[in-house]
């Protein structure tokens, strides 16, 4: 039970950081229709500045710069490469995010090399004590961060004139261009949102108790980011939050019976959440809350 | 009148400057779709300061074109403006972004609705004034709500859970949170009950009452000469006729062609013609081609009725034509016959079988065949690969016998060829077979599709508007060889088609669909005259159009 | 291009392949075949993406069952105890014939799954075939070798053996050895997966596909039954990518799980729409120039000067292929979205001439769907 229930906990905090990674990935296919395949890289991205700078500047000034880092280069990666390819194929603006994934991180993990970069966050390797239930400090301030960040787009998305504009010209591009809202503008700002989110995850995705910051890291994010955001709907930000907690979990569950589940062979961890999203998929074809696609004949 | 009447903040500019000069002006304008298919051709217009302009014409004849042009919106569509000018008070409309338009000034309408249906009214509402100022929000607000009380009712519903006269309130009131001074409309009366198109005009009357512009793009043209100052009809992108509107509302082309009027007498004629060739034509193999019979057909869409208890029945060999206004649920209909669409109750059966159980290449295989209203060929495809695609029902090649070029293979692909080639020549489509589809102009794309529903060699043909965006010389030929394949062929036919002329010109039966329902029945002239009918879809003028 | 001037180049071409083993060395033959198996993959990924409009991430899986099916079949049983390794010991030329039917299989057995799905969810769902694939792959030891992967049995046909001897050729002064002879397979294979897909695309099938991808709706109205061909699609290209996987496991002798990941579909993938979806020569095309760049700059990494050498600082030669491999993939995508059949053939994008199509109807499409309508 108590197994249970420590698993649980960290399942959630875990969950939440997952949320984040898949966030980012959703608020760019909601607002430009593109998978975009180079968020790994950009969680690695932020990883890599913090761990670079964090000695000079402090955990502080580290994470901002991280944060400002990462929304610049999304920001070009979306707006200017992809603005030029507008009239191609999905499939085809998705291989070119499949480009820049390569190029940003063969360079990122070429730079890494040898070096052993950390965080440098406060909260270290503690670990906080409810009852017989222990959690690392890290996977604690995750869930903070990560339900004030959600909670604060949502609240944007819902309330300002930016969300709304976003959610209209996710709808119908043309309608919204017709209100004088701007796609190029709206666009833009997503991916920049996605940049800040991505850098803001990846600080959690490296910190205790994962192994540190390593060219891995970007191939682990989006091994996150793509279960959980397709089972929750790749067009919804709700089936992101869903997916990236149902994706969390099963990976701390699937890691903490590891002994009773060694029948379905080693490292079933890593591949656990894509068969929770094939599931899902043979029963809701759009994933859990993604909208249903209408023929017009 | 309430406070909210106060007209927009600029309209004292506007009285001020140049009284005499139109406030848009359009000259010579060219539109081109892909470099290639030309929408519109040397049209100009002027709309004066206060005035309403309605802008008629049948489907395809560039009305929304138009208005894309003056949006701004042509690149979403792959268009382009090749010529001309659009002058809104002096300004260039041309090259401006969409966004640059609204904030001069012109907002539209788009058609179809286009609500965004997952925000709610207010979000909506909100959406349209985001390119206003903020203090000018407050007002538009006030005053949408007062033009709309039921808006203000609605205000914290999801947009598409409104009904459609509801949804084309809040499209309208979204434009206008933005203060327009010229606010563009495209086809606002679309699907609706007449009750509700009255309130719709009612508001239009409003608006210009309060000091807006109105450029008013219609199928309905006795609603739009109606409320119009001037009016325009345009005809294959060209200009035909420009007036006043009670001129035109008088001019007999405009009645017989927008008013359905002098069909009847063509239908007269046309109906002595067929007699002929029923009682002249002996090779008719009328015993080959099966009964369709409708019976109590239901298709709905969550809760929403598309279809309602619609019965008819299309004898063999003979054409039988389906109208309606827009939404009334006839494309809907064909779309249940092939099996696009699952049924919800009733029967269709052909020939005895049970059409509504099968999956659609099952009904294909039967005999029934089609064309679509937004053409479905392979662009990039050359004509004669898309025809072939018609013969599939017809050929047993398959992936062992294809993939190795057994001779089976290669004898069937000469024997599937020919058939082709003669359709082609009988459509005057010999000389393009070679031609990627995407290079013709939209007239020959619909003669494309036309042809491939004919390669499959149906005993059914079902043809969705196939008259859309034709010239009225292009519709006069394709009614005569529509004819002329039923006369050859001694198929039945069930078409869709808006164009009155057409229909009458070679139907045999009319049934007439409003709201997924049949009101009326019968022969070409009995349905004219049905006073249902001229309610619903003709059109009722409120003054006496008809002298 | 104009047909005499396509004939004379495909003739040029063919020539020189012939007589590639007399003078080409080990890298490049074994690169060369890299190529081939690369090629071979690509055009069953390009009939069932580019002409029936179905994506998928999942070739690398179909490559693996291929890849392994042959080492299990034409293998005999090895080691012992813990760690042996099962094999059927089958004559070679049986064991790919089979590889490639388990592979067609495969895809038969994920075509009703994937009937399902759309677009862009059918891509990421392949996705995690791919993963639960390697994923058995590194756990099922007995059959698969686990995570060190197998030795493939090498070729033989009627006696005559794909190795360097029995018998011994030797051509011109040229002693062939495996790779030669493997070269000559590999260019019969080819040659035969280009014939059999350019057949198919140009007759009934293939337009039955294309119609598929233009419209769903409006192929099963013609007549089309829609289930029958995606499935036949799936398993045609699922039996191309088994026999990529046979040229793979036969080419270098010894296959891992490593080999069959993420990596491999978006290589296969990106091949296909550089060459120009649904193009079968663009598939070719594209998989020399995807395939071949890496390695090709690798191995002449010590004569590029801006280059560094293992050890120093700066951009290695793997990294330098890898970033411009990722380069390339975005350069030519955003000059020739219709990629390099597009630039041979100069025709207009079809999203351009969707929009000519409409020019009448509303301007909103939905959400963005390969198979269109």
Known sequence: MNQFVTLLANGVSLG?????????????????????????????????????????????????????????????????????????EPGTLAVVTLGVDIVLATDLTRRIGTDLLTTGDPWGAKVVTIGTVHIPQTRVAAAVVAVVLVVAFLSVLRFTDWGVALRAAAERQETASLMGIRPGRVAAAAWMLAGGLAATAGLFFTAFPSPGISGSVGQAALGVAVPAAVLGGLDSTTGALVGGLAVGLTATFVAGYQDQLSFLGRGFGGVAPYLVMLLVLLVRPAGLFGGKETTRV | MSAASVAPASSARAAVGGVGLPLLRVRDLDVTYAGSVRALRGVSLDVPQGCVVAVLGSNGAGKTTLLRAISGTLPFAGGSVAAGSIQFAGRDLHRMAPAAVVRAGVVQVPEGRQVFAHLTVEENLRAGGLAAARRVRATARQRVYELFPVLRQRAGQRAGLLSGGEQQMLAIARALMASPRLLLLDEPSLGLAPQMVERIADVIAEIRRQGTTVLLVEQNAAVALELADTAYVLEVGRVALHGPAAHLAGAEEVRDRYLGGAAVKEGESAAAAKARIATDDGQRPVAAVPELVVEDLSVRFGGVAALEGVSFTVAPGSVHALIGPNGAGKSTCLNALTGVYRVAAGSARYGGIELTRLRPHRIARLGVSRTFQNLVLSPAATVLENLMLGRHRHGRAGFVTTGLRLPAARRERAAQEDKVRGVAELLELSAVLDRPVAALPYGAQKRVELARALCAEPTLLLLDEPAAGMSAEESARLAALVAQVRAELGISILLIEHDMAFVMGIADQVTVLDFGRRIACGSPAEVQRDPEVVRAYLGTPRREAGR | MSRPVRLALGAVAVLLALAAPLSLTSFWLQTGLFVMASAVGAIGLTLLVGVTGQLSLGQAFFVAVGAYGYAFLASDRAGAGERVVYGAGWPPP???????????????????????????????????????????????????????????????????????????????????????????????????????????????????????????????????????????????????AGLAGVLFAVAYGRIVPDSFGLLMSIDLLAIVIIGGLGSVAGAVAGAVLVTALPLVLSHYSGALPFLAQPGEDGIGAAEAARMLYGAAIVAVLLFAPGGLAQLVRRTPSTKEQDHAQTSTGAGDSALPDPGRV
């Open chain 1, 16 to 88: 939440c950081i997952d949320a984040l990674i898949a966030l980012g990935f959703v608020v760019v296919f909601k607002a430009t229709r593109v998978v975009n395949f180079a968020h790994g890289s950009l969680v690695l991205l932020g990883a890599y500045v913090i761990g670079r700078v964090h000695e000079n500047l402090g955990f502080a000034g580290a994470v901002l710069l991280s944060v400002a880092v990462t929304a610049v280069v999304a920001a070009l990666v979306g707006a200017v490469l992809l603005r030029r390819v507008r009239l191609a």
């Open chain 3, 94 to 240: 049986l064991a790919a014939a089979g590889a490639v039917l388990l592979a067609g299989l495969a895809g038969v057995l994920f075509s009703p799954i994937a009937s399902r799905l759309r677009g862009i969810y059918l891509g990421l769902a392949s996705l995690g075939l791919v993963f639960l694939g390697q994923h058995i792959l590194t756990n099922a030891s007995s059959v698969t070798g686990g995570f060190n992967g197998r030795d493939a049995a090498p070729f033989r046909l009627f006696g005559f053996s794909f190795t360097a001897t029995n018998p011994d050729v030797v051509v011109l002064g040229v002693p062939y050895g495996a790779l030669e002879r493997l070269w000559y397979l590999g260019l019969a294979l080819l040659a035969l997966s280009w014939w059999y897909a350019r057949n198919l695309v140009r007759g009934r099938p293939g337009r039955a596909m294309a119609g598929i991808r233009d419209s769903e709706v409006a192929a099963a109205v013609m007549g089309v039954d829609v289930r029958r061909y995606k499935a036949g699609a799936f398993t045609v290209s699922s039996a191309y």
